[in-house]
């Protein structure tokens, strides 16, 4: 359905904020896999702490197409503008939070769209309630994991006769696939595997985790090709 302009800018009015909880999802993990706090101890296992940390360099400081450094957020709001889609929504959002609403107030007061309200309602449970094992398995399974090959679908699809307003997004969605695919999914499969390791109770819960964090996905984009 992704073969107009307007159709992928309703679809990333929509996908920024998975695009933003992506972010907290990694932001627990390195909170709960390494130290954060002053003064400062050596938490947990340095080959998980060093797995996150790589993660965390990537996605919250990498280059744009011009070089400048910027997290994967930025990129994607910055595509969103590049071709015209509307950042009302998920500024005001972030400025809410900003002020210290909680993220249930600041979707509501963005007016931000019922699904994505619904998939950022899903996510904050697993980050307030799970634990550490389940939600590397929801960052994995239910991202990492599948963000390449969902990507190299987006990329076949889009539109060429404006190809210039497209060049944010390509570059955006080119990282992801590169990143992602070679390099951040098989550091967040090492990380799962040793969160898990031989306990059969974790696997179980890990699984699960997964599980309802791709219907969670399902749903979202269901409620996308509703409005297409």
């Given at each position: ?6 159709a992928i800018?309703?679809?990333m ?8 909880d992506?972010m907290t999802l ?5 909170r ?11 938490r ?13 360099v990537?996605e919250?400081?990498d280059?744009?197409r ?5 997290s994967?957020?930025e990129m994607?709001r910055q595509a969103?503008l590049?071709l015209?889609?509307?950042t009302?929504?998920?500024d ?5 939070i900003?002020?210290g ?6 979707l509501h ?7 994505s309200q619904?998939?950022?309602?899903a996510t ?6 799970g634990?550490?094992h ?9 991202r990492?994991?599948v ?5 190299l679908?987006?990329l076949?699809h ?11 997004l390509?570059?955006y969605?080119?990282r992801h696939i ?13 990380m799962v ?7 059969d109770e974790?696997y179980v819960q890990a ?12 749903a979202?984009?269901d409620a996308?090709?509703e409005?297409?």
């Amino acid at each position: 359905m992704l073969t107009s302009v307007e159709a992928i800018a309703v679809f990333m009015e929509y996908h920024v904020y998975a695009v933003w909880d992506f972010m907290t999802l990694l932001k627990a993990l390195q909170r709960g896999l390494t130290c954060v706090d002053i003064p400062w101890t050596p938490r947990g296992n340095a080959d998980t702490r060093y797995l996150i940390n790589e993660i965390v360099v990537g996605e919250e400081s990498d280059v744009n197409r011009h070089g400048v450094r910027m997290s994967h957020f930025e990129m994607y709001r910055q595509a969103m503008l590049g071709l015209g889609a509307s950042t009302s929504s998920i500024d005001t959002f972030l400025a809410g939070i900003q002020e210290g609403r909680t993220v249930s107030d600041a979707l509501h007061a963005a007016q931000a769209p019922e699904a994505s309200q619904r998939f950022v309602a899903a996510t904050m449970d697993v980050v307030t309630n799970g634990s550490l094992h389940e939600i590397a398995s929801v960052f994995t399974f239910g991202r990492e994991d599948v963000i390449p090959t969902m990507f190299l679908g987006m990329l076949d699809h889009i539109p060429t006769d404006d190809a210039t307003v497209f060049d944010d997004l390509r570059y955006y969605l080119q990282r992801h696939i590169d990143v992602d695919g070679d390099h951040h999914g098989p550091l967040a499969l090492s990380m799962v595997e040793q969160l898990v390791g031989n306990d059969d109770e974790k696997y179980v819960q890990a699984l699960a985790a997964a599980r309802t964090a791709l219907l969670n996905r399902i749903a979202l984009w269901d409620a996308v090709s509703e409005i297409l």
